[in-house]
T-cell receptor, first 115, second 116 residues
Framework: NAGVMQNPRHLVRRRGQEARLRCSPM?????VYWYRQLPEEGLKFMVY????????ESGMPKERFSAEFPKEGPSILRIQQVVRGDSAAYFC?????????????FGNGTRLTVT | AQTVTQSQPEMSVQEAETVTLSCTYD???????LFWYKQPPSRQMILVIR??????QNATENRFSVNFQKAAKSFSLKISDSQLGDAAMYFC?????????????FGTGTRLQVTL
């Protein structure tokens, strides 16, 4: 059973470009969480999605960031007009159900570098 | 909002020795989960151990055990017989039992070095 797959592993973008990060949850998982990790810091929650729904986006910056989890295909975290401060590792985690005792499985992250 | 504090940015332990990593948290809730995750240089987040707040017995996983003090809101991780492969960042995390948006709240991490 494949784990949570994130791609690309590394992504380099120039300031002003768009970044699209993909996350394929584990088979049978319909809940996806996105986290951001700045250098030498812990993971910060960004957004929680179920299939076709955003459940909690309290950690998402108000501008330039968006996320989706369509009925078919991976979850996408999209960052428009990237700035140097967006450089970070972005992690996706999935779980089979929403309650607090459901196991969270993390992907290996995408490291975004903005030049 | 819940907060998780790890007051030790770095720790060092000799191989085969025991080390304890500290974690405190702040919450007004009575039911929740606590976790320790390990992040090696590969960046992968690996679940080390977890503890349900309503369970008084401290969780144990092989060489890893926790000291959960609910009243003190403390959740420390003890690593026994340390191995070189234990070298990594360790993150403490909190997960609320309330509602359905059960996100994890992480501390800032402790970098563990293991020396020969």
């Amino acid at each position: 059973n494949a784990g949570v797959m994130q791609n690309p592993r590394h992504l380099v973008r120039r300031r002003g470009q768009e970044a699209r990060l993909r996350c394929s949850p584990m088979k049978g998982h319909s809940h996806v969480y996105w986290y951001r990790q700045l250098p030498e810091e812990g993971l910060k929650f960004m957004v929680y999605l179920q299939k076709e729904n955003i459940i909690d986006e309290s950690g998402m910056p108000k501008e330039r960031f968006s996320a989706e989890f369509p009925k078919e295909g991976p979850s996408i975290l999209r960052i428009q007009q990237v700035v140097r401060g967006d450089s970070a590792a972005y992690f996706c985690a999935s779980s089979p159900w929403s309650s607090y005792n459901s196991p969270l499985h993390f992907g290996n992250g995408t490291r975004l570098t903005v030049t | 909002a819940q907060t998780v504090t790890q007051s030790q940015p770095e720790m060092s332990v000799q191989e085969a020795e025991t080390v304890t990593l500290s974690c405190t948290y702040d919450t007004s809730e009575s039911d929740y989960y606590l976790f320790w995750y390990k992040q090696p240089p590969s960046r992968q987040m690996i679940l080390v151990i977890r503890q349900e707040a309503y369970k008084q017995q401290n969780a144990t996983e092989n060489r890893f055990s926790v000291n959960f003090q609910k009243a003190a809101k403390s959740f420390s991780l003890k690593i026994s017989d340390s191995q070189l492969g234990d070298a990594a960042m360790y993150f403490c995390a909190y997960r609320s039992a309330a509602g359905t948006a059960s996100k994890l709240t992480f501390g800032t991490g402790t970098r563990l070095q293991v020396t020969l």
